[in-house]
C-alpha cells in the first residue's frame, strides 16, 4: 500500500494507515481547504469526508479485483 492508499483507507474507515500528515494532506485536497486538527473530532466533518473519498476508495479496491 502507497502512501495515498493509506491516506484513502484512512480517511474513508477513519482508522489511520500510514503517517497522519499523508491523511492530513489527502483530507485538504477532499474538502478543497486547509483543514485544522481539532476539526476532526466533529462528526459532521468525518462524515463528509468519508462521503467525499469514498469514489477513490471502491476505485481503489476495485483495481485490487
Excluded: Q
Aim: net charge negative.
Amino acid at each position: 500500500m502507497n502512501k495515498r492508499e493509506g491516506a484513502i483507507v484512512g480517511a474513508f474507515t477513519g482508522i489511520l494507515c500510514g503517517d497522519f500528515s499523508d491523511l492530513h494532506e489527502y483530507i485538504e485536497e477532499l474538502l478543497g481547504r486547509p483543514v485544522f486538527t481539532h476539526e476532526l473530532g466533529n462528526k459532521d466533518l468525518t462524515e463528509e469526508i468519508k462521503v467525499l473519498a469514498k469514489p477513490d476508495f471502491v476505485a481503489m479496491a476495485e483495481s485490487v479485483l
